[in-house]
């Protein structure tokens, strides 16, 4: 079944860097890669995603990137804030089509 | 007006016990899900309800039935609760099943004494 990695687990930077999380998947197939956002004890939230027929999408400081041939997709925020601490989650759809796998989660911390 | 409601919030209870939480989504979506969060923050699911019939049923002991009475709807219900089953569960829905925008709930954090 589907696999997905995702790196780092931890990741610490000053506001106005930026931040990257890559996450790699197993199933040549998987077509659809979302990423959600989790603050600390609220619910994950989607805040972008890509499909496999373009390789880059943006969204203000947002931006994702998917190289099908390495299967790896990336999430990129650049002028980050201390708001963007959270948990964010790559994830890509199983083999069936039918459900989610989830990364085990990069936890963010900007600090000011 | 909330999207996708989860009860109890909180769930304290004895090993042994018999524990249900109730999901609810008013956005007219087919498919439903049910999510466990463990406290290294991994996200997994349990299962999937596409127009009430069972999609997905991960590697899940048998003690946790879920159960989809209408689209809108979709309880969990956990019997002989286990120290291990303490966790935050997640209902989520989507429009259909797999590559569409997951809504979640909440969240139930239980806790097993």
């Known amino acids: 079944g589907e696999n997905v990695e995702q790196h780092p687990s931890t990741l610490s930077v000053q506001e106005g860097d930026s931040a990257v999380i890559k996450c790699t998947y197993s199933?040549?197939?998987?077509?659809?890669f979302p990423w959600y956002k989790q603050e600390l004890g609220k619910r994950p939230q989607l805040i972008i995603d890509i499909r496999s027929n373009v390789g880059e999408k943006k969204d203000q400081r947002i931006a994702v990137t998917l190289n099908k041939t390495a299967k790896h997709f990336s999430l990129h925020i650049t002028e980050t804030q201390p708001e963007d601490s959270a948990v964010y989650f790559c994830a890509a759809i199983n083999q069936a089509g039918t459900a989610l796998i989830f990364g085990k989660g990069t936890t963010l911390s900007v600090s000011s | 007006d909330t999207a996708v409601s989860q009860t109890p919030k909180y769930l304290v209870t004895q090993m042994g016990n018999d524990k249900s939480i109730k999901c609810e989504q008013n956005?007219?979506?087919?498919?439903m899900y049910w999510y466990k969060q463990d406290s290294k923050k991994f996200l997994k699911i349990m299962f999937s309800?596409?127009?009430?019939?069972?999609?997905i049923n991960e590697t899940v002991p048998n003690r946790f039935s879920p159960k989809s009475p209408d689209k809108a709807h979709l309880n969990l219900h956990i019997n002989s609760l286990e120290l291990g089953d303490s966790a935050v569960y997640f209902c989520?829905?989507?429009?259909?099943?797999?590559?569409?925008?997951?809504?979640f709930g909440p969240g139930t954090r239980l806790t097993v004494l």
């Open positions: 989520a829905s989507s429009q259909g099943p797999g590559a569409d925008e997951q809504f």
């Open positions: 309800y596409n127009n009430k019939e069972l999609i």
């Open positions: 956005l007219g979506h087919d498919t």
């Open positions: 199933d040549s197939a998987s077509n659809y």
